[in-house]
């Protein structure tokens, strides 16, 4: 066997590689993220890491696919329970959509691969915007299926979801980033506030609301 086999054969397994490197974002930022330096903590020459990844910009789309399948894994769990009432599940979806505070590793991460799109070419593109599209499709789904239940009022639910997912957001950098009174429980109660006010049916006059 060639050296290059052997070290090939050596190699820890992708998913290794985008666990130590979400790790090393946590630990240190995205700053602390290079190619040397994650070969390092790996066991491998950032030659070879190339060789998986080409550049740091694929290394950093392929990192943010694989947490965001962690995550949507998580959601299609929690949404995925229907004896629990709508809202209840619409909370959940927020709470995961949140960041936990400043330096969220996956919001850091998120927020610098959406800075480079403006520059990546079409297939990043893509992926980045199929990320999206299976936050959006899952929150149009439970909005239906409130609908269809009577849970909720009768809106049309991807412009709906789409003004949430904005509202989270925005909210979300805000949490991100740090920016003083936008903590993520300040964030948590507005949005549940936009919930109940948009979504939760009005009582019939007389009646007390549920």
């Given at each position: ?11 820890p397994p992708r998913?290794a590689?985008?666990a130590a ?6 630990e ?5 993220l ?8 790996v066991?491998?020459s ?6 998986y ?14 947490s ?13 329970r229907?004896?629990l009432p709508v809202?209840?599940r ?10 936990e ?25 893509a ?16 909005l239906?299926e409130g609908?269809?239940r009577?849970?909720?009022?009768r ?9 949430l997912?904005a ?5 979300s950098v ?8 936008a903590?993520r429980?300040?964030v ?13 049916p009005t009582?019939?006059?007389g009646?007390?609301a549920?």
């Amino acid at each position: 066997m060639t050296p290059a086999a052997r070290r090939r054969n050596s190699a820890p397994p992708r998913e290794a590689l985008l666990a130590a490197a979400m790790a090393m974002i946590a630990e240190h930022g995205l700053d602390g993220l290079t190619m040397a330096g994650l070969g390092r903590e790996v066991g491998m020459s950032s030659g070879h890491l190339l060789y998986y990844f080409r550049t740091k910009d694929e290394l950093l789309l392929q990192t943010l696919e694989w947490s965001e399948g962690r995550l949507g894994a998580e959601r299609s769990a929690l949404l995925s329970r229907g004896t629990l009432p709508v809202r209840e599940r619409l909370l959940a979806y927020v709470d995961l959509y949140v960041p936990e505070g400043p330096r969220d590793p996956h919001w850091t991460l998120w927020l610098e691969v959406w800075n480079r799109s403006q520059y990546a070419d079409a297939d990043a593109r893509a992926r980045q915007a199929a990320i999206e599209r299976a936050w959006h499709r899952d929150l149009v789904a439970l909005l239906a299926e409130g609908i269809s239940r009577g849970e909720l009022r009768r809106v049309d639910p991807d412009r709906i979801a789409a003004r949430l997912r904005a509202l989270l957001d925005g909210f979300s950098v805000h949490v991100a980033v740090g920016i003083p009174g936008a903590g993520r429980e300040t964030v948590l109660t507005h949005v549940h506030e936009f919930i109940d006010d948009t979504l939760l049916p009005t009582p019939l006059p007389g009646l007390p609301a549920s």
